[in-house]
Each structure stands twice: as C-alpha cells, then as structure tokens.
C-alpha cells in the first residue's frame, strides 16, 4: 500500500516531466514550474505527506534535468534558477504540511464522532436496559413482599392478582433477558449458524406454538404453498426471528385482531411475510426500526427495542434480508427474504397412501 | 397420599432452585433426596433408588450428561434434565444418552408436575409385565394397534406406512419428547440416523393430516432444536 503510494508518486512526476518536456519549447519557464506544483498537489492530495515531499525533491530534479538550460544536467547556469528550486521545494513542503494537517483534522473529527456516538449508544443501553430489567424487578419484589407481609388481610381475588402479576413480570424478564444474550451473542460474532434442511411451515408452526398464549383468541392465516422448497437454515435461530416478529405484531395490533403468514418462491429465495392490520409505521420509521433499542411506532409499547435488531441479525448471518414497509390497506408488514442455499437433499422414495403395512 | 409418596432424587448445585424444587414437589405428595454434586447424585442414586431424579446439567464436579451415562449402565429409573434455553445440543446429547425429558430453565411448577407425570407412567408402563395396550388414546387421536387403524375425533385418518409408524411412536411416548435421532432409528433405522429432514419432511406430513392446522400444529408440537412431543391433555390439563 505504501510503496505503491510511492511509486505512484514517482509515475506522476515522470508524468509531468515527459509533459513539461513536450511543451518546453512552447512557454516559458514559470509555466513550467507550474506544472511541478501541479504535480505536487496531487501527490499531496492523493497519496499523502511523505508522497508529497518525495514528489517536491524529484520535482526539483527533474525540472532542473529537463526544463532549465544548459539541458539534460543537474548543473545550474543562472542563480536565478537556485531561487526557483528553493520555493519550489518550499510550496512542496508547505502543501504537504497542509494536507497532513487536514487528514489529521478529518481523522479525529471522526474518531470523535465515533466515541460520542459509542457513548451515546452506551447510555442508550444503560438507561434500557436498567429501565427495563427494574420495572418488571420493582412488581415482582412488591407483589411478592405484600402476600409474604399481609397475605392474610387480603382476599383471594386480590391474592390470585397479585400472583399472576408476579409470574406475568417474571415472563416479561426472561423474554427480555434472552433478547440480551441473543443480542450479545450476535454482537460477539459468536454466533454459529447451524444450518440443517427444514421446510418452512415448521419454522412457522414451532413459533406459533411458543406464542400459543400470547396470540390467543387471534386470527392467524397462514398461507404456506405446499411446493415451497427445504430451507437451509439453523431451526433454533429462525423459530427465534418469528417469535421476535410475531411477537412484535401483537404488541403493535390490538388484540383479536388477524395476522398473515405468506410465503412464496421468488427467484433464487423464498420470501417469507408477517403483515398485520395494526397502525403501520410512521414514514422514515422503516428503516429504524431495525436498530438496537429502537421502540417502535412511537408507543409505549414493552419492550427493550431488541426483537427487530435481533431477527436482522440472525437474517443477516443466513445471508439473507428483512424488511418493513406499511400494507396496502393499512397494517404492517415484515418481509424476510431467505437465499436457497446448495440442493436440498433427497427423500426416502415416496410411499403409496392407503392402509399402513 | 396414604402411601409414601414416590422419591425424587434432585441433582441441583443452586441452592434456590433446590428450594424452589422442593417446595413444589413436597406439597404433590413427593420426597424429596437432595444432592449438590455429580458424585453425591450417584452415591445417593445407588443407595436409595429413587423413582425419579431432575438432573441440572451444569454441576460444578461433572458433566450431567455423565451422570445420564453412569446412571443408565444400570438403572431405568427415569430422568429429566433441567438445563438453560440455547443449550439445545446439551439436552440432545442428555436425550439420546438415555435421559426421559427435560424441562427449559425458567419453568413453572405446572410444567413441571406434567413432565414428572409423564415420565413416572412411562416407567410404569415400561415395568409392568402385563401384555401392551392394544389401542393407544391421546387427545382425539384413537390408534388401534391390532386393527392397524386411526381416527381423529371418530373419523378415520388414512395414513401412508411411515406416517402411521411415526404416530404410533408418538402415541406410544405421549407427552414425552423424542429426539429426531430416536425417530429416525425406530421409524428408518439406524442407516438413516442422520437425515434429520426425512422427519421434518414426514412430519409435516403426518400434521396435514391430523393437525386443523397444520402451520399451526396442536398436537404434534415442534422441540426446537431438540425433536418433536405429541401433546398428552391427560396430564398437561
């Protein structure tokens, strides 16, 4: 990389020389000069100081060598010329100066933009995440407390409230807690897809059935063509990325309300869509909505702002992609795009229906 | 419960989910053996010959997995391990080593209840000497294994060979988890011990035709990572 920073200094220079060359006889001799400083700035501009500077003393040479009489020696007639192979060293080392000082500027206006932005999305996750692991914390240890300390005053209906808040917070932490370690373990690069040959409607239907008491009482269509193709997937992460995006349904609908599951062959990929009949999303939120702790559709809807950060990266590491977009029709839509890796595997030869042998 | 109640060997380093343990498995009419470490679960397995033992898989001595294996060179009394979520190879290898079941970490005490129930009539069935049940009954599924025969809610279903011998399987072990490799060995044999698809793919197809809906599945549920449970109403409630 450096040597052919380099180098490429050297060919311009040389460059510049065979030009000054050709039109020696055509102008004067400051245009000429003006030409080694023209091949200066660039040297500065495109390969940095020491390129410049390298470029500033072959410069000098080669404008003596070529371009001052008597030609073709390094031999100086006039000491006129001496004046002129001073500033021009001079303007060589003053622009390379200046460019290392604008590199320098730019590189820790940018590392400073950087750290205030790792900050920034520290204490983003700091005050998250706390918030989110006290308040389920803070129900817990004060339902909890109240049956130990004064159980006996309160009636069952009180006793049975108290209870299931308990276990629903308790349910809210653990969800919260494993979209912490998926996300971590997304982050650490440590996650290994585990790829094996598994059709979609089981994906699907695992993920229904983790969330069977949350989509209670829901309509869920799914409409899956029976000639989809094996999929090439790690089971464990995907049942994830449609827990995360159903869930993320439900909590943006309101309850009761239908959710669809299509999916279809598209070319080279199966796409596979979660859309709902919620509030959509507020335009420009399509994208964001992916980020880490982004909470979206501007509710207050629970939540750390993981489960989307979370289904792009597990979507991402099968080589594939997500995308949200607002329904014709109103509602959201989620839109996971996964490429069909190496050839499915080959069945067992097909079997006859009819009475088991 | 008149009788002394069935024992339960708890292998548990934790010292709050042995409390949790016992105070769930007490009230149920259980005793309860405790032990902290891999080699204190194996000294007190053989001494006592507890009915049961919930297993954690992350002791501080040994590998549970281990104690599955030293266990089963010479006991059947049933096993259920209790490991974290994400640990699915884990629970895989504790399975196919021979464990019953296992229940994810954090578990309520109804899941709990279910999976010991299943797990003690399994080992009853498995004792008793008495011929083997002719028909198999879970939910509204009804299997006539003399008649070759099943019915859903009273109609009958036509299943292909392999879709019958994977319901049978599963009717055989209801409410109990089955590993893909169990599957393939019983239902293809041990040359096929690899395919994992030819049961998602024969799965799928067995749901189709048993399931309302078959992306939405009842009765057969999926293990993620883990294998496949054919729901048992009868102990799940």
């Given amino acids: 990389m450096r040597a052919r920073r380099f ?30 400083v023209a091949v200066i700035m660039v040297a500065a501009a495109f390969f940095g100081r020491g390129p410049a500077l390298v470029a500033s003393a072959l410069s000098v040479g080669a404008y003596d060598f070529v ?20 500033m021009m060293f001079v303007v060589g080392l003053l622009v390379s100066e200046l460019v290392a000082r604008v ?60 209870l299931e808040t308990v276990c629903e917070e308790a349910e809210r932490l653990e969800r919260l807690v494993r979209n912490l370690l998926d996300m971590t373990r997304l982050e650490a690069k440590g996650m290994k897809v585990k790829r094996e040959w598994i059709p979609v409607e089981e994906i699907v239907g695992s993920a229904l059935t983790r969330l069977e008491r949350w989509l209670e009482g829901r309509a869920i269509v799914t409409r899956l063509p029976p000639d989809l193709p094996l999929l090439s997937v790690d089971p464990v992460l995907l049942e994830q990325v449609f827990v995360n995006l159903f869930e993320n349904a439900a909590k943006h609908t309101p309850p009761g309300s239908a959710i669809d599951v299509t999916a279809r062959r598209v070319d080279g990929a199966v796409e596979i869509v979660v859309a709902d009949r919620g509030p959509g999303f507020p335009a420009g939120d399509e994208l964001r909505i992916f980020e880490k702790f982004h909470r979206g559709r501007g509710t207050s809807a629970p939540g750390a702002g993981l489960g989307l950060a979370i289904v792009r990266g597990v979507i991402e590491a099968h ?39 | 419960m008149t009788s002394p109640g069935p024992l339960v060997l708890v292998v548990e380093d934790e010292p709050q989910m042995r409390r949790f343990l016992r105070a769930s498995l007490t009230p149920h009419g259980f005793r309860v053996l405790e032990a902290k470490t891999a080699a204190e679960a194996l000294t007190l397995a053989a001494a006592h010959v507890p009915e049961l033992v919930l297993l954690d898989l992350g002791l501080p001595d040994a590998d549970g997995l281990e104690v599955v294996r030293a266990l ?31 229940l994810t970490k954090p578990f309520g005490t109804g899941e709990l209840m279910a999976r010991i129930r299943v797990a003690l009539r399994h080992a009853q069935a498995q004792a008793s000497t008495s011929a083997p049940v002719p028909v198999l009954e879970v939910g509204p599924l009804r299997v006539d294994l003399t008649a070759r025969t099943v019915t859903r809610d009273g109609k009958e279903l036509r299943l292909t060979p392999i879709e019958y011998r994977l319901l049978v399987l599963l009717a055989k072990n209801a409410g ?31 749901r189709k035709k048993i399931e309302d809906d078959p992306a939405r599945p009842k009765l057969v549920v999926t293990e993620p990572g883990v294998g496949y449970r054919l729901r048992d109403p009868a102990v799940t409630g």
């Fill in chain 2, 72 to 102: 089963r060179e010479w006991s059947r009394t049933p096993v259920i391990v209790i490991s974290a979520r994400d640990r699915e190879g884990d629970k895989v290898l504790a399975l196919d080593a021979g464990a019953d079941d296992y």
């Fill in chain 1, 103 to 162: 590199r320098r500027h730019a590189e820790e206006a940018e590392s400073a933009t950087l750290r205030a932005h790792t900050e920034e999305m520290r204490s983003s996750l700091l005050s998250a995440v706390s918030h989110d692991l006290r308040t389920p914390l803070a129900v817990i240890t004060g339902a909890a407390t109240t049956l130990r300390d004064q159980g006996d005053k309160l009636d069952v209906a009180e006793r049975a409230e108290l």
């Fill in chain 1, 7 to 36: 180098l490429s200094t050297v060919l311009l220079v040389a460059l510049g020389t065979a030009l000054a060359r050709a039109v020696r006889d055509l102008v004067a001799l400051p245009d000429l000069v003006m030409i080694y």
């Fill in chain 1, 319 to 357: 080589g594939g992609t997500v995308t949200a977009s607002n329904r014709t029709g109103g509602g959201a839509e989620m839109r996971v795009l996964l490429p069909i890796v190496g050839t499915p595997p080959g069945m067992p030869a097909a079997e006859e229906a009819g009475a088991p042998s």
């Fill in chain 2, 176 to 206: 109990k988890v089955l590993t893909h490799r169990q599957i393939l060995l019983d239902v293809w044999g041990p040359p096929h011990a690899g395919q994992t698809h030819y049961v998602r793919v024969y799965m799928g197809e067995l």
């Fill in chain 1, 67 to 86: 371009c001052v009489p008597p030609y073709y020696t390094l031999a100086i007639a006039e000491s006129r010329h001496a004046v002129t192979f001073v």
